[in-house]
Protein backbone atom coordinates (compact mmCIF):
# COMPACT_ATOMS: atom_id res chain seq x y z
CA UNK A 1 0.00 0.00 0.00
CA UNK A 2 0.98 3.29 -1.05
CA UNK A 3 1.98 5.74 2.09
CA UNK A 4 0.22 8.50 0.45
CA UNK A 5 -2.78 6.06 0.74
CA UNK A 6 -1.86 5.59 4.10
CA UNK A 7 -1.69 9.04 4.78
CA UNK A 8 -4.98 10.33 3.42
CA UNK A 9 -6.87 6.93 5.65
CA UNK A 10 -5.09 8.21 8.48
CA UNK A 11 -5.87 11.93 8.07
CA UNK A 12 -9.63 10.57 7.12
CA UNK A 13 -9.64 8.44 10.60
CA UNK A 14 -8.47 11.75 12.49
CA UNK A 15 -11.15 13.64 11.06
CA UNK A 16 -14.23 11.48 11.71
CA UNK A 17 -12.15 11.18 15.40
CA UNK A 18 -12.48 14.85 15.52
CA UNK A 19 -15.69 15.07 14.44
CA UNK A 20 -17.07 12.47 16.64
CA UNK A 21 -15.28 13.99 20.03
CA UNK A 22 -16.72 17.51 19.02
CA UNK A 23 -20.30 16.64 18.84
CA UNK A 24 -19.76 14.71 22.06
CA UNK A 25 -18.49 17.73 23.74
CA UNK A 26 -21.22 19.87 22.87
CA UNK A 27 -23.73 17.40 23.83
CA UNK A 28 -22.29 17.18 27.19
CA UNK A 29 -21.55 21.19 27.43
CA UNK A 30 -25.48 21.80 26.41
CA UNK A 31 -26.25 18.92 29.31
CA UNK A 32 -24.40 20.71 31.80
CA UNK A 33 -26.04 24.48 30.77
CA UNK A 34 -22.40 25.52 30.08
CA UNK A 35 -23.63 27.31 26.52
CA UNK A 36 -20.40 28.94 25.30
CA UNK A 37 -18.50 25.52 25.69
CA UNK A 38 -21.13 23.77 23.97
CA UNK A 39 -21.88 26.20 21.01
CA UNK A 40 -18.19 26.40 20.29
CA UNK A 41 -18.27 22.55 20.22
CA UNK A 42 -20.87 22.63 18.07
CA UNK A 43 -19.29 25.10 15.66
CA UNK A 44 -16.33 22.92 15.68
CA UNK A 45 -18.15 19.88 15.27
CA UNK A 46 -19.78 21.92 12.16
CA UNK A 47 -16.95 22.47 10.14
CA UNK A 48 -15.31 19.57 10.68
CA UNK A 49 -18.56 18.15 9.10
CA UNK A 50 -18.13 20.67 6.46
CA UNK A 51 -14.41 19.60 5.59
CA UNK A 52 -15.37 15.75 5.61
CA UNK A 53 -17.91 16.67 3.07
CA UNK A 54 -15.81 18.61 0.45
CA UNK A 55 -12.77 15.71 0.34
CA UNK A 56 -12.24 14.32 -2.71
CA UNK A 57 -13.79 10.76 -2.63
CA UNK A 58 -10.87 7.96 -0.78
CA UNK A 59 -8.44 7.04 -3.71
CA UNK A 60 -8.80 3.57 -1.96
CA UNK A 61 -12.54 3.52 -2.84
CA UNK A 62 -13.29 0.62 -4.79
CA UNK A 63 -15.76 2.67 -6.48
CA UNK A 64 -13.75 5.45 -7.32
CA UNK A 65 -10.96 2.73 -8.46
CA UNK A 66 -13.33 1.61 -10.68
CA UNK A 67 -14.45 4.82 -12.54
CA UNK A 68 -17.73 4.88 -10.74
CA UNK A 69 -19.17 8.07 -8.77
CA UNK A 70 -20.33 7.47 -5.17
Known sequence: MNSAIRMEKLGRFLLRGLRIGASTIAIIE???NDWT???SA???W???LQVERRLP???ADPAV???ERP
Open 30 to 32: LVR
Open 46 to 48: LVF
Open 42 to 44: ALA
Open 65 to 67: QAG
Open 57 to 59: PSS
Open 37 to 39: GGI
